[in-house]
């Protein structure tokens, strides 16, 4: 997907140590597609990655503790309400009634930071 340049802009998020392997995910708020939603964070084989927090089955948050977005074995994405799991990774579905994937944030981790880039439909929330 190709960008204006003007629109990717890279927005401190953490600490690159607050992500613990397959542990409690970061919360944060975005803009998207005109709507003011949740996001998250995770770190997952060593790599920061960050979705929406909004199942693809029906839009609802998938924590089933505040902040806990990962199965008990700590290799699937799940969602409390209805079971659908997704992989870590890519945010693809991979079992149970998804209706397609996780929306993606692009991550990087820059000199111990971890960053989420914005996005033609994903903005910043303005306080």
């Not at 629109?7 to 944060?28: H, K, S």
């Not at 949740?38 to 839009?59: D, K, M, T, W």
């Not at 409390?80 to 996780?102: D, I, R």
Request: proline share 5%.
């Amino acid at each position: 997907m190709t960008m204006d340049a003007s629109t990717d802009i890279w927005i401190p998020l953490c600490n690159a140590t607050d992500l613990i392997e397959r542990g409690d995910a970061i919360p944060f708020d975005v803009h998207y597609a005109g709507q003011t939603c949740r996001g998250f964070a995770i770190r997952f084989e060593g790599q920061p990655q960050a979705y929406l927090n909004r199942c693809s089955h029906v839009a609802m948050e998938l924590d089933w503790q505040p902040n806990r977005v990962f199965d008990a074995s700590g290799q699937w994405l799940i969602c409390a309400s209805h079971g659908a799991e997704y992989q870590p990774v890519t945010g693809e579905c991979a079992g149970g009634p998804c209706k397609g994937g996780l929306v993606k944030i692009e991550m990087r981790e820059v000199r111990g930071v971890v960053e989420w880039q914005t996005a033609y439909n994903l903005k910043t929330v303005d306080f």
